[in-house]
């Protein structure tokens, strides 16, 4: 039993113009000779010097993932958590003082990243302060935990307060988490929207 071949079809070479049967299906030139033409017209160098500039602006993105360092990803990381805690409370005063405010919002951690590395990126443990009483009043954590009690209650911020295992994040566990509060975020904004 013989099975017949299905005849390729003719193109017409983007060079030249003449209609030739390619030997393979990207193939857009007849000949060497049109394809040295086609590549010395302007508009291909345009498209091959963007194209090699997208490929090493991708190599580059690669190295430098490469050489970031594990504080690189945990701070990144916070960035984003941060970002999603700002907006997941912009309707809300700031947690400390209770006032709404034009200036710098931060998201004020109740019991502290430094000293508390396990609860840096619980969502229960951030929430939107304004930037005096972050920064100028270290949180303000009496009227922190007063409000604190009357948004969540007093369990979980007893459940806060108590005693933690410690918690060492890897670089896969950092980008996790970036992924997903950007993933929140981008929620956040098209349901905003």
């Keep these: 039993m013989r099975v017949a071949l299905k005849e390729v079809k003719q193109k017409t070479c983007k060079g030249c113009g003449t209609k030739f049967r390619p030997s393979l299906s990207t193939q857009k030139v007849c000949g060497v000779q049109c394809a040295l033409a086609l590549a010395k017209k302007p508009e291909n160098q345009a498209v091959a010097r963007k194209a090699i500039a997208q490929r090493e602006r991708r190599e580059i993105q690669v190295r430098k993932q490469k050489l970031k360092s594990r504080a690189d990803h945990l701070k990144e990381a916070q960035v ?98 970036k992924a997903e509060y950007q993933a929140k975020i981008k929620a956040l904004e098209e349901a905003a929207a």
């Design 80 to 177: 984003v958590v941060n970002q999603y805690i700002r907006l997941r409370d912009a309707d809300l005063p700031c947690v400390s003082c209770g006032r709404f405010h034009d200036g710098q919002w931060h998201a004020g951690h109740f019991r502290s990243a430094g000293g508390h590395p396990e609860l840096r990126f619980e969502p229960l443990n951030i929430w939107r302060q304004c930037a005096p009483c972050n920064t100028h009043k270290s949180g303000d954590l009496v009227n922190y935990r007063a409000e604190l009690v009357r948004r969540i209650g007093a369990e979980k911020v007893e459940w806060l307060e108590g005693p933690h295992e410690a918690k060492r994040y890897t670089i896969d566990d950092l980008k996790a988490i």
